[in-house]
């Protein structure tokens, strides 16, 4: 039931759906006489706010504090055990359709662990990601790119893939069921950097020790974060991406799904972040 409602609810709550839906009711508001003029003025506040909102940093600025909360995996020596790919990157449907692979702009998720995979030849990987549909089972996105592992001569036997994840919850519950971690291994977490905090909470809390291997960075940082966006579609997008993470991150703190508001490094009794 959560993950149906939380679906809905985000489609209608998106930023950029909600204001276009705010300027389409100023627009019907005006075609009444006794609501002309606040139809209007309705429809005018809410394009001034999507142009805003569309051009200005703001989305740079939700993102950020997610993207930095942990650091670059820097290889420290110790052997890696597993490498876990959370879903994502592909378009499963399409992929399907085209009889190929489908990538969007998460791909680095994708990239990133093939080159994981040739560093660490012994490493185990997991492909978790299911279908997300909401209405329909639709297609799963880890057997679409476990075959295109396959295709690129990587070996099949290291290859483990879990398709019944819809959420990333899920990706950590049955991940760890399927990993079956052991005491002391290794597994290295790859995803987008914007989302490596909600996914690492949900592994904690399912008891799978991670090592952070964020990607897919959509800030600079420095002083590029204050850049406005030369496309108005640009900045409502990582908009609609940030405040979902955000609504996210609060939604699974408050379900009891993570046991950290905003999850990040774990301070080890030295006084060092563990990773």
Known sequence: MFYYVSKIAWFFTTPSNLLLSLILLGLVLSLFKRLRRFGIGLS??????????????????LLLPLEERFPPFQDDGRPVDGIILLGGAVEASD?????????NESAE???????????????????????GAVFADGAA???????YFKSIAIDP????????????????????????PQAGE???????????????????????????YPVDFRTAGGSRTHRPFAFISEGLRRLDIGTKEWAGLIAYYASGRTTRLFPGPQVSAGGSASR
Do not use: C
């Open 157 to 180: 036997a290291r290859l483990l893939v879990e398709h019944r994840s819809r959420t990333t919850a899920e990706n950590a519950v049955y991940s760890q069921e399927l990993a079956k």
């Open 141 to 147: 996105e880890a057997p679409i790119i476990a075959d």
């Open 44 to 61: 005018l506040v809410f394009t001034m706010t999507t142009i805003a909102l569309g051009l200005l940093p703001v989305a740079s600025y």
């Open 95 to 103: 992929s399907k359709t085209r009889g190929q692979i489908v990538a």
């Open 109 to 131: 998720r994708v990239l990133d662990t093939i080159q994981l995979a040739h560093r660490y030849p012994a490493a185990r990987i997991l492909i978790s990601g299911g279908g």
């Open 186 to 212: 290794r597994w290295l977490l790859v995803t987008s950097a914007w989302h490596m905090p909600r996914a690492v909470g949900v592994f904690e809390t399912v008891g799978f020790p991670v090592t952070p």
